[in-house]
């Protein structure tokens, strides 16, 4: 790895040198390098981008408005649709929000059962963001491949789990929805054993490659100052070396039982960024490792809520108001819940990482040139779904 | 943390500002919250440095803003702020010069729910369409009903050659003569 060839491909923007024409394109709303449905309107001065502003709300479909107007449990399959990647952290974090509001107990069993089904969801997330990071620097097809070939044994565990491979809609607000199929928890073990060869091996295709450490480092450098003061959460703000990891921090569920460390980086640029995923994956398989091997027996919802869960209009929490967050793969993951008492919230709100990681897309840009644009955006990591509710 | 405490703090402070304790929350005056926000960012006891979330809620009566407030460096929190406006004028100070991260999410506040947030440099809809009227989220705006042929679409449909049955154009004709648009009902909630 050689770092001083990076450098030199990075200048700062200097307007007397590049004294030219200034042009204006938007890039997308239909394009594959914006991950969906997004637009950058972006300014430029031959290649070099000299203001670029986010346009979005083209998935735009009321998820607050349309929560408000069902039952608690109702919007329970909606959250999937959020960050489609994502489901079971979607199902999570929402739980934990109503479980705040009506202070619901789960079962140990089902606390690891979560657990297990958020650290698998975080490798899936990882994986396939590395996946897409690589197609954008133009490595087309083949680095996702490999990451989804990986995924679809993820999947799998869900779908035996679930029902379903990426909607997965499977936790109830006291636990899980039912327990894990015979012979899934050994599944899961050999994933744990055969995802670190994998990722050894992935790694020595990419992390030393001369081609992705000189358009990756030094490209888009998110300050530290910058990532805390705009509330970037998730490993974009670990690369930038902010130091938050709510799994630490706030030890919900059972995360305060196992041994496992937040990688932090130094410089924040994309480089990093795609190092952070690699470190944070090796992590969550240690997480794996112990859940899967502590995971006691007894019931996975509590006994308490298994008639609610089949007639969900009864389910009726207090008036109040809850916070309930988590730390999804792409950052913090809240739901605001106020409830009026009746079978509906009153208000409904998702704190979307991927929507406020966006702030600081145009301070990332600016200066560089249009295709590491292209770079800097898959190294946010976005799912249009929850950047436009 | 505990909201007694903040109060406390605050209040020794700022000897004249009004505070109350709403289910764990601090709610405050628009005119206050600048201040009391600075104040929370900067001292060295609170170093409340991440602003986590912003959120509108309509009560019916008046509107309200809520901040969650956390601490990086000292991991405590969160702190949640209410600022309750009047629905006929919402107005709120912004919080952009202090946090970033209010940019985005003050923007979608105004789009949703219609608060104004005061200095905001771009302070523009942020998933709606420019020219869209009303705030979605606002519990009195009611959505278009997409299932009523207006008379437009009744056009369209005998221009493609679909036959629209006598009783589906009367009501269309009608809906166009009285200068309405058609609107679907929403279910009520109970207010707070």
């Known amino acids: ?327 999804a793969p792409k950052g913090e993951l809240g739901f605001y819940l106020v409830s009026d008492g009746s079978a509906q919230p009153w208000r409904y709100h998702v704190r979307a990482p991927s929507f406020i990681n966006l702030t600081v897309l145009e301070d990332l840009c600016l200066g560089h040139k249009v295709a590491d644009a292209v770079i800097i955006l898959g190294s946010i990591d976005i799912v249009l779904g929850e950047v436009d509710h | 943390m505990n909201p007694q405490d903040v109060k406390a703090k605050l209040e020794a402070q700022f000897p004249a500002i009004e505070i109350k304790i709403v289910n764990q929350g601090l709610a405050i005056k628009p005119e206050d919250l600048r201040r009391v926000a600075e104040f929370l960012k900067e001292s060295d006891e609170f170093k409340m440095n991440y602003l986590s979330c912003i959120t509108a809620v309509d009560y019916l009566d008046s509107l309200e803003s809520v901040y969650n407030l956390y601490s990086v460096d000292k991991r405590i929190g969160p702190i949640f702020l209410k600022v309750r406006v009047p629905r006929s004028n919402p107005k709120i100070p912004s919080l952009f010069d202090l946090y970033r991260g209010a940019e985005y999410q003050e923007r979608e506040a105004y789009d949703m729910m219609g608060i104004v947030y005061e200095g905001h440099p771009d302070l523009r809809r942020i998933f709606m369409w420019e020219g869209f009227e009303g705030h979605p989220l606002r519990k009195d705006y009611i959505p278009e009903d997409e299932d009523v042929l207006e008379w437009q679409d009744v056009e369209w449909l005998e221009r493609h050659g679909v036959k629209v049955p006598e009783e589906y154009k009367e009501f269309a004709r009608q809906l166009k003569e009285s200068g309405k648009e058609a609107r679907a009902e929403r279910p009520k909630a109970a207010a707070e």
Do not use: W
Not at chain 1, 88 to 105: C, G, Q, R, T, W
Not at chain 1, 296 to 311: E, F, I, M, S, T
């Open chain 1, 1 to 327: 790895m050689s770092v001083s060839a990076s450098e030199k491909t990075y200048q700062a923007y200097d307007p007397v040198l590049h004294d030219t024409e200034t042009l204006e394109v938007n890039l997308g709303p239909q394009h594959p390098s914006t991950h969906g449905v997004f637009r950058m309107n972006v300014k430029l001065e031959g290649e070099r981008i000299l203001s670029l502003k986010p346009v979005m709300g083209y998935l735009h479909r009321n998820h607050e408005q349309i929560a408000e107007n069902m039952s608690y449990l109702g919007s329970m399959p909606y959250t999937d649709r959020l960050d489609y990647f994502n489901s079971m952290s979607n199902n999570f974090a929402y739980a934990l929000a109503v479980e705040k509001l009506a202070k619901i107990e789960i079962p140990e069993r089902g606390e690891y059962i979560r657990v297990i089904m958020a650290e698998l969801t975080r490798l899936v997330n990882h994986v396939a963001a590395i996946g897409f990071l690589l197609n954008d620097l133009g490595a087309f097809f083949t680095p996702v491949l490999y990451a989804f070939r990986e995924r679809e044994k993820i999947l799998d565990v869900f779908e035996e789990t679930a029902g379903s491979r990426m909607m997965c809609n499977y936790f109830r607000f006291g636990g899980v929805k039912r327990d894990l199929p015979e012979g899934t928890l050994d599944r899961i073990k050999k994933i744990v054993q055969e995802f670190p060869p994998f990722l050894d091996e992935f790694e020595a295709l990419l992390t030393k490659n001369e081609i992705l450490c000189m358009r990756c480092q030094n490209v888009g450098v998110l300050p530290y100052e910058l990532a805390l003061n705009a509330s970037i959460t998730g490993p974009m703000a670990r690369a930038s070396g902010v130091n938050y990891d709510i799994r630490k921090v706030d030890g919900y569920s059972i995360y305060k039982r196992f041994k496992f460390q937040i990688p932090l980086g130094k410089v924040g640029d994309v480089y990093d960024r795609y190092m952070i995923r690699i470190l944070e994956m090796r992590q969550s398989l240690k997480i794996l490792e112990q859940a899967v091997k502590e995971i006691p027996a007894g019931p996975v919802l509590n006994p308490k809520y298994v008639a609610q869960a089949k007639a969900p209009r009864n389910f009726k929490p207090p008036k109040g108001e809850a916070y309930g967050r988590v730390e």
